[in-house]
């Protein structure tokens, strides 16, 4: 028989987890490498994981459509700001494009996955609705953040648009292709393996992937392609 539920971890098995990290940092320590910087990052990563849980916990036993649509609305303009991280420079001036390839590349899988697969009701079930989106704006935002590096690389160089769109445009695609390579010979991703620790069957557990993996590769797709479209006349300029 199927156990569909989630054991709780008790605090004090929790710990368990944190030796590794604790040898980690002995070893940054001894080789007098930054280890303050590794020890916040943990903290950093608790507090922002205890927060979140609160604060899902609230949006879960709501049952409003509009908290959801502004926390995607909050994912987009999060994820457009750091995307462009890596182009300081042009930050301001790329942003809104950046914006609005995310909210378009991540819109059309997360409708198609949410009203046409999963058929969600209501509409904006919150504990499938924000999870798939933070997969769909996050792979989007790592995929435009990859292009517009290699974009601004390659124009720097002297490459014509064309031939620098086209870069980029491979180089954004290679992390999320890489990812269908290994799935399953490599990797069990976080979905899937949730799934099966929660007791789903693996034949079930499949098919979720499946749809996650192609809303990944759709929406880094279309998101970076948009972008590069939208931006052209800033980079043709050089």
């Known amino acids: 028989m199927e156990n569909n539920s989630v054991e709780t971890i008790p605090i004090i098995n929790l710990a368990i987890a944190f030796i590794p990290v604790l040898v980690t940092m002995l070893i940054l320590f001894k080789w007098s490498l930054n280890s303050s910087n590794a020890l916040y990052a943990v903290a950093r990563m608790l ?8 604060f899902l916990s609230y949006i879960f036993e709501s049952d409003s459509g509009w908290i959801i649509v502004v926390i995607l609305i909050v994912m987009v303009f999060s994820s457009s700001w750091i995307a462009l991280g890596v182009i300081t420079s042009k930050r301001l001036i790329l942003y809104k494009h950046a914006f609005w390839s995310i909210l378009l590349g991540g819109s059309i899988p997360l409708f ?19 999870p798939l989106a ?19 690389a390659e124009i720097e160089r002297g490459v014509s648009y064309d ?3 086209n870069i980029a445009f491979q180089a954004s695609l290679i992390p999320v292709i890489n990812s269908l ?10 979905m899937m393996t949730g799934q099966i620790l929660s007791g789903v069957s693996p034949l079930i557990a499949v098919r979720y992937q499946i749809m996650v993996m192609c809303m990944i590769f759709g929406s880094s797709g279309i998101s ?9 006349p800033i980079f043709s300029l050089k």
């Open 134 to 152: 933070g997969m769909i704006f996050a792979n989007s935002m790592n995929s435009v953040s990859l292009a517009v590096e290699r974009l601004n």
């Open 224 to 232: 970076t392609a948009y972008f590069l479209i939208l931006v052209k």
């Open 47 to 54: 507090i922002q994981l205890l927060l979140i849980g609160y």
């Open 181 to 190: 390579f290994a799935v399953g010979l490599v990797s069990l991703p976080g």
């Open 163 to 165: 031939e620098a769109r």
């Open 112 to 130: 198609l996955v949410t009203q046409g697969v999963l058929n969600l009701d209501p509409w904006y079930k919150p504990q499938l609705m924000i």
